[in-house]
């Protein structure tokens, strides 16, 4: 999984094993998946801000700073940062919080359920990109956990509109905000 794959270089990188009992970690990392996927932020409209506003609240209660940037306030986008001792440029993990719209009637199931089915998580944005988008927030909790010290800051962007426009997500963000998520 991206997530493990991630530490495993970052703690060999920095020079600290890795000590993540995934199994510990499922349910977890399953609350949050099953919690995005249960945001319905079809695009359109979007509504991305309903994810902003369940992402800040994690990242609030885990002591990681995070900001909101909107264009839209209805489509927000939010970043986070980890410190590192800035000896090298930043990482930047980033994925959208948008999804496409469903036709219902083509569903078995409720498609922002998230009910659990055949070993599935079953719904819209499962594996674009609500997937991705609960790896990076928890690569972001268990990194900071951990205590580990960085050469570098990692930098999380949940960026909203990439299914449609991209005005209000990353166009925005690199055109007046680029600071925020200037990586390597
Ligand atoms: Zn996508």
């Known amino acids: 999984m991206k997530v493990a794959a991630f ?3 970052a703690g060999l990188a920095f020079g600290q094993k890795p000590a993540v009992d995934w199994k510990a970690q499922e349910a977890e990392i399953l609350r949050h998946y099953s919690a995005l996927v249960q945001i319905d932020s079809s695009n359109p409209p979007g509504n ?3 994810v902003v506003n369940y992402l800040k609240k994690v990242f609030d209660a885990e002591g990681i700073p995070a900001q909101v940037f909107a264009l839209d306030p209805a489509r927000a986008n939010l ?7 800035g000896s090298k440029r930043p990482i930047l993990i980033m994925a959208h ?3 496409v719209g469903v036709q219902r009637e083509k569903w078995p199931v409720d498609p922002f359920g998230a009910i659990r089915k055949d070993g599935y998580v079953w719904g819209r944005g499962t594996v674009d990109d609500k997937d991705k988008l609960a790896s ?3 690569l972001m909790l268990l990194l900071k956990r951990s205590g580990a010290r960085l050469d570098r800051d990692v930098i999380f962007l ?3 509109g990439e299914e449609g426009t991209t005005a209000p997500g990353i166009e925005f963000m690199v055109n007046q ?3 925020q998520i200037d990586a390597e």
Do not use: C, Q, W, Y
């Open 7 to 9: 530490l495993l270089i």
């Open 177 to 179: 905000h680029f600071d």
């Open 136 to 138: 990076n927030l928890m």
């Open 48 to 50: 991305e801000t309903l």
């Open 97 to 99: 919080t948008d999804v």
């Open 158 to 160: 949940a960026e909203s």
């Open 79 to 85: 970043v986070a940062r980890i410190k590192g001792n």
